[in-house]
């Protein structure tokens, strides 16, 4: 636009715009105020010249003049479209009532209206109270205090001794970036379960699994009971430190669970380490030895396996190759067991064998779980567990043909009867009230905490 042509707008005189066009529906999406303001600039830059203002905008002229009136009414944004005529409008002192009470208890819509039932007398609708808590929101005074996530402690692998620190993690057993398409539909056909856990020893890469096919809390709970069972059952004494990441199964955003869980693994003398949200890194020893367990197990492996069966014999057979066989260059290339020997001489040579088990199987027989707990196509057995009187702990597995169980007692009499484990005969040894003291006190720990946590839930 030339200085000639801004001179006789501002005069007032007739200007041509011919190609001048403002997209005004463009400018109202963004800003409606701010689009109406260009519209009134405009209108004063042209000499009030309606049509044209109207022309260059693409709108109609009584569009204008409504604009015109808004700036006269001191109110250039959208007009409310709530009905002039509400007959059924909740009262403004009910509203003002379930603003207090939302303020106040920061209940949602289906409490809050139980709330307001019981204790004042006033039956109003959860999708009221939602509607009427959406159009008062910038009156709800409820300040949550923002959550710290608590610092996570410093993990020093490299001074670590054997036992101190095991790494845990979930790996999805069906990864596309390691198996090809036909592998995942010959694992979907044969029903494989989805699942391993791992549990790693940082200083001798010693390593623990099992597997699954439900990605649940409950089997992440006895995978953290079997897990200290077995190391200190077979001579591993240190503290022991978990580090785990954010996943729901080991705990995740839940402070309650967590909470429950550092309650109850302290007792074995055991501590948890939630490691940073998506550092993968800090659990850096267990997720390299997923990529090995890809490499040198299920690739070359997995069409083997015609059943669940096929799979436990197959991973019992490679977890051996792996702690007992395969040599690893970062241990001075000695296996996970030797170097686990060399540190501590008085393990048990047993621990070496160990027994891949189905989680799922054991999880729903640890306790009375209930809710979220409880697998969706498992049952618990009746009868079992109904009476406080008597809780049942039952781990079982088989190791070629020999049964373990750890252990199944009852919590009354405090008597128990205890298989011994990895024997050739299943030996079962009585253990009754005034024996107690002779256990081990690891096992009675075990035992005891497993029936409280079970109690818990």
């Known amino acids: 636009m030339t200085a000639s042509t801004g001179r006789s707008m501002r005069n007032g005189a007739r200007t041509s715009c011919q190609g001048v066009v403002i997209d005004y529906k463009c400018l109202r999406a963004i800003n409606p105020e701010a689009a109406r303001r260009a519209v009134l600039e405009y209108l004063r830059s042209c000499g009030h010249n309606v049509s044209r203002t109207a022309s260059v905008f693409g709108i109609n002229r009584p569009v204008v003049y409504d604009i015109l009136r808004k700036e006269r009414e001191g109110n250039l944004d959208d007009r409310s479209k709530v009905p002039h005529h509400q007959p059924r409008i909740t009262p403004k002192l009910v509203e003002d009532r379930i603003v207090e009470a939302k ?11 139980r ?19 959406r159009r008062n929101k910038h009156r709800i005074q409820r300040f949550l205090p923002k959550t710290r996530r608590e610092k996570r402690e410093h ?10 620190i095991v790494q845990i993690d979930l790996k999805h057993i069906r990864d596309r970036k390691a198996l090809s398409s036909e592998q995942i539909l010959h694992l979907d056909r044969c029903r494989i379960p989805n699942y391993q856990w791992s549990a790693l020893d940082v200083n001798s890469r010693f390593k623990l699994i099992a597997y699954s096919r439900e990605k649940a809390w409950n089997n992440g709970l006895c995978w953290y009971l079997w897990v200290i069972s077995w190391l200190r059952t077979h001579g591993v004494q240190s503290p022991i430190v978990f580090t785990v990441d954010n996943g729901e199964e080991f705990g995740g955003k839940s402070w309650m669970k967590v909470r429950d869980l550092r309650k109850l693994i302290s007792s074995f003398g055991c501590r948890l380490i939630q490691n940073h949200k998506g550092h993968c890194e800090e659990n850096a020893h267990v997720e390299r030895s997923h990529r090995t367990d890809d490499d040198e ?15 436990l014999h ?38 070496r064998f160990v027994v891949p088990i189905m989680l799922d199987k054991v999880s729903i027989q640890l306790g009375p779980w209930s809710g979220y707990h409880l ?10 567990y109904g009476s406080c009187a008597f809780c049942h702990v039952h ?33 079962h040894v009585p253990i009754s009230s005034t024996a107690w003291a002779s256990l081990p006190p690891v096992v009675f720990k075990l035992c005891f905490a497993a029936i409280s946590r079970a109690r818990w839930l």
């Open 103 to 113: 303020s106040t208890i920061g209940l949602g819509p289906e409490r809050l209206s």
């Open 115 to 133: 709330h307001l039932k019981q204790h004042e007398g006033l039956s109003i609708a959860p999708g009221t109270i939602r509607h009427v808590l």
């Open 155 to 164: 993990v020093d692998w490299y001074s670590a001794r054997p036992g101190e």
């Open 297 to 311: 197990f299920y690739i070359p492996r997995v069409l083997k396996m015609k059943s669940e069966s096929d799979l």
């Open 314 to 351: 197959e991973a019992m057979g490679y977890i051996y190759y792996y702690n007992n066989v395969r040599e690893h260059s970062s241990l001075g290339y000695q296996t996970p067991f030797a170097h686990l020997k060399k540190q501590l001489p008085h393990i048990d040579d047993n621990i």
């Open 375 to 384: 697998l969706a196509q498992h049952q618990p057995l009746s009868g079992t």
């Open 395 to 427: 781990l079982s597995l088989t190791l070629k043909g020999a049964l373990v169980n750890l252990p199944a007692f009852n919590s009354f009499s405090s008597s128990a009867s205890v298989v011994m484990p990895f024997s050739k005969t299943v030996t």
